[in-house]
């Protein structure tokens, strides 16, 4: 008797073997399985999807950060002494890490569409467990030199709550393919009840999430207020040096209605404009002064301070990357510039109608001018010749002396506070001006100016709070804002909001009846209709015969018999005839 075994023909499958291949390195069809994942495997796909999710809440971190990046260098050159955007490698890193986790977690995904087995390669689980490390090890390095700036995720929850919620709502929808598939499988066991009770209460929680959400920008479009103007923050110090000329001017240039700067006194009494503590940063006094560097700004006379170059630095360094973008003109006037006194600034200020928010450091108590540095201040005001109307003075001390400049505080106080004082303006980080106290302080005629907007996203939002100005080291980035991003009155958000959540569930409802509908058809197939119905009709050359064995037996053992294998290619199917079979 002749024995055989049937022929196999598979068909190409370029796809499952792309994503087998890639995950876990099984390129064989003899190395794929349907069977389900071990517990390992489930364990490493947990592993992906919680590296997913943190490296995405680190690049949003990042995403609505670039508000403050200024402040993150400045608190780097703290620490090191030495200036430079540290913020390259953290991005491109973060960037590298967030791809890679994102491929492998859809190739992850695909094995499971495709019901097949899980098992990633030594090499990418080298690779998941060196991001999530990575990552986690810079989430605990911001928190150790940049713990305030997590306040920034809730402020930006405002503008961006809406646009998160639908598409969280579009991925929990669409994740539900997989869900339903897994559910509705013929064994039965505690771990799916709990799947979906877990998939059931996520996708309620989407559902009804909008009803905690704090949105300024959803407010009718007659409610909306005048522009907020913009007050230059030393200028305009992406464009220029900081509190130098140039960049007072270029800040007037965009649109800038007031100036902002920080003050520091003399020696001999002179206030000038510097923000850090010493000259090291944003002039040249390692060269002019190698062994006075790192002394206190203030310790210099204004002869030696006027000797400095405050403009060269920001042609060497490019902080912001814009010194390419300057013509030949602009950077030899930049690379002149000295640093500034305050009655320059003053006189450009009182020369353009705008007005002047002075940040002034109080001498230490062994400097000379630590009991009149007010005096100098109010002498320099006199000599440029502004109004004392248009000069906002923020220090708290020594306000009695002051009445004549306009009374301001850089904290956040209670209205009690604020008449006891005589403060007309608060100057208020943008984490703690809240819609509330912005409606309260405006109710009670008290101006209030948040710092720093850099980015279009919170101008609007704040533009929609009702804020009346915002300081900026950008004002060349909020010119472009004449309207706020977006705006919605409640009802159009109340219809996508319901709709939204109509279409989610009614597609998650299809979805599982889609599935049970799908098992329970494979139930109703016996074994020999599963087998006919895996033969389609194709040609010839379609067909990939990968293995043909006949077996022939011992035929002295008294059977006579006699089979015939015939293959018929023109009717695009490879069948057996059997003839004449006797025992």
């Given at each position: 008797?002749?024995?055989?075994?049937?022929?196999?023909?598979?068909?190409?499958?370029?796809?499952?073997?792309?994503?087998?291949?890639?995950?876990?390195?099984?390129?064989?069809?003899?190395?794929?399985?349907?069977?389900?994942?071990?517990?390992?495997?489930?364990?490493?796909?947990?592993?992906?999807?919680?590296?997913?999710?943190?490296?995405?809440?680190?690049?949003?971190?990042?995403?609505?950060?670039?508000?403050?990046?200024?402040?993150?260098?400045?608190?780097?050159?703290?620490?090191?002494?030495?200036?430079?955007?540290?913020?390259?490698?953290?991005?491109?890193?973060?960037?590298?890490?967030?791809?890679?986790?994102?491929?492998?977690?859809?190739?992850?995904?695909?094995?499971?569409?495709?019901?097949?087995?899980?098992?990633?390669?030594?090499?990418?689980?080298?690779?998941?467990?060196?991001?999530?490390?990575?990552?986690?090890?810079?989430?605990?390095?911001?928190?150790?030199?940049?713990?305030?700036?997590?306040?920034?995720?809730?402020?930006?929850?405002?503008?961006?709550?809406?646009?998160?919620?639908?598409?969280?709502?579009?991925?929990?929808?669409?994740?539900?393919?997989?869900?339903?598939?897994?559910?509705?499988?013929?064994?039965?066991?505690?771990?799916?009840?709990?799947?979906?009770?877990?998939?059931?209460?996520?996708?309620?929680?989407?559902?009804?999430?909008?009803?905690?959400?704090?949105?300024?920008?959803?407010?009718?479009?007659?409610?909306?207020?005048?522009?907020?103007?913009?007050?230059?923050?030393?200028?305009?110090?992406?464009?220029?040096?900081?509190?130098?000329?140039?960049?007072?001017?270029?800040?007037?240039?965009?649109?800038?209605?007031?100036?902002?700067?920080?003050?520091?006194?003399?020696?001999?009494?002179?206030?000038?404009?510097?923000?850090?503590?010493?000259?090291?940063?944003?002039?040249?006094?390692?060269?002019?002064?190698?062994?006075?560097?790192?002394?206190?700004?203030?310790?210099?006379?204004?002869?030696?301070?006027?000797?400095?170059?405050?403009?060269?630095?920001?042609?060497?360094?490019?902080?912001?990357?814009?010194?390419?973008?300057?013509?030949?003109?602009?950077?030899?006037?930049?690379?002149?510039?000295?640093?500034?006194?305050?009655?320059?600034?003053?006189?450009?200020?009182?020369?353009?109608?705008?007005?002047?928010?002075?940040?002034?450091?109080?001498?230490?108590?062994?400097?000379?001018?630590?009991?009149?540095?007010?005096?100098?201040?109010?002498?320099?005001?006199?000599?440029?010749?502004?109004?004392?109307?248009?000069?906002?003075?923020?220090?708290?001390?020594?306000?009695?002396?002051?009445?004549?400049?306009?009374?301001?505080?850089?904290?956040?106080?209670?209205?009690?506070?604020?008449?006891?004082?005589?403060?007309?303006?608060?100057?208020?980080?943008y984490s703690k001006a809240h819609h509330k106290d912005i409606e309260e302080y405006l109710a009670n005629n008290v101006s209030v100016t948040v710092y720093p907007v850099n980015e279009p996203w919170l101008y609007s939002l704040l533009w929609c709070s009702g804020v009346p100005s915002v300081s900026s080291d950008a004002p060349q980035v909020l010119r472009k804002v004449p309207y706020?991003?977006?705006?919605?009155?409640?009802?159009?958000?109340?219809?996508?909001?319901?709709?939204?959540?109509?279409?989610?569930?009614?597609?998650?409802?299809?979805?599982?009846?889609?599935?049970?509908?799908?098992?329970?058809?494979?139930?109703?197939?016996?074994?020999?209709?599963?087998?006919?119905?895996?033969?389609?009709?194709?040609?010839?050359?379609?067909?990939?015969?990968?293995?043909?064995?006949?077996?022939?037996?011992?035929?002295?053992?008294?059977?006579?018999?006699?089979?015939?294998?015939?293959?018929?290619?023109?009717?695009?199917?490879?069948?057996?005839?059997?003839?004449?079979?006797?025992?």
């Amino acid at each position: 008797m002749v024995k055989h075994q049937p022929l196999q023909v598979y068909e190409k499958q370029v796809f499952l073997s792309f994503v087998t291949g890639v995950y876990g390195c099984r390129w064989k069809r003899y190395q794929r399985s349907q069977d389900d994942s071990s517990r390992w495997e489930c364990t490493w796909f947990i592993l992906l999807c919680s590296s997913f999710l943190l490296l995405l809440f680190w690049a949003y971190f990042w995403l609505v950060a670039q508000n403050d990046i200024n402040e993150f260098n400045m608190s780097v050159y703290n620490l090191s002494g030495e200036w430079s955007d540290e913020t390259i490698p953290l991005l491109a890193s973060s960037t590298i890490g967030f791809s890679y986790i994102t491929f492998l977690l859809m190739l992850a995904l695909s094995h499971i569409s495709l019901g097949q087995q899980l098992n990633l390669y030594w090499v990418h689980k080298i690779g998941v467990l060196a991001t999530l490390l990575t990552t986690i090890s810079g989430i605990i390095s911001v928190d150790d030199l940049w713990a305030d700036e997590w306040d920034i995720l809730l402020v930006s929850l405002q503008a961006t709550a809406p646009f998160l919620h639908l598409g969280a709502l579009t991925t929990v929808t669409a994740i539900s393919w997989l869900v339903a598939g897994y559910v509705v499988r013929r064994e039965r066991s505690t771990f799916q009840v709990l799947v979906l009770l877990i998939y059931t209460l996520l996708l309620l929680a989407l559902f009804l999430a909008p009803l905690t959400f704090t949105c300024p920008c959803i407010m009718d479009r007659h409610s909306l207020t005048h522009r907020p103007d913009v007050i230059g923050r030393r200028g305009a110090p992406m464009l220029a040096p900081e509190n130098t000329m140039v960049s007072f001017n270029r800040a007037l240039q965009h649109g800038a209605s007031s100036l902002e700067a920080d003050v520091s006194i003399s020696v001999d009494g002179v206030p000038f404009l510097m923000r850090d503590s010493t000259f090291r940063r944003t002039t040249d006094i390692s060269k002019v002064y190698p062994s006075r560097q790192y002394d206190d700004a203030s310790s210099f006379n204004w002869t030696e301070i006027r000797s400095l170059n405050a403009g060269q630095w920001f042609l060497e360094s490019d902080p912001y990357w814009t010194a390419k973008t300057l013509t030949e003109r602009d950077r030899a006037r930049i690379a002149n510039q000295s640093v500034c006194s305050l009655v320059d600034m003053l006189r450009l200020a009182s020369r353009a109608n705008s007005s002047a928010l002075l940040d002034i450091r109080r001498p230490p108590p062994e400097h000379p001018r630590h009991r009149s540095w007010f005096m100098d201040t109010l002498w320099a005001v006199q000599k440029a010749g502004i109004s004392q109307k248009r000069v906002t003075w923020t220090p708290d001390s020594d306000r009695g002396r002051v009445r004549g400049l306009q009374q301001g505080a850089n904290e956040k106080l209670s209205i009690k506070e604020i008449r006891q004082r005589g403060i007309t303006s608060l100057n208020l980080h943008y984490s703690k001006a809240h819609h509330k106290d912005i409606e309260e302080y405006l109710a009670n005629n008290v101006s209030v100016t948040v710092y720093p907007v850099n980015e279009p996203w919170l101008y609007s939002l704040l533009w929609c709070s009702g804020v009346p100005s915002v300081s900026s080291d950008a004002p060349q980035v909020l010119r472009k804002v004449p309207y706020p991003i977006w705006l919605m009155s409640h009802h159009a958000y109340d219809f996508i909001w319901i709709t939204s959540d109509l279409v989610s569930l009614a597609v998650v409802i299809g979805i599982f009846c889609y599935q049970k509908w799908k098992m329970s058809g494979m139930q109703n197939y016996n074994p020999e209709q599963i087998m006919l119905s895996a033969v389609t009709r194709r040609t010839s050359r379609e067909v990939n015969i990968m293995k043909e064995k006949l077996i022939f037996s011992d035929i002295n053992n008294g059977l006579g018999s006699s089979e015939e294998l015939s293959l018929y290619p023109e009717n695009g199917y490879a069948r057996y005839s059997h003839s004449n079979i006797s025992r």
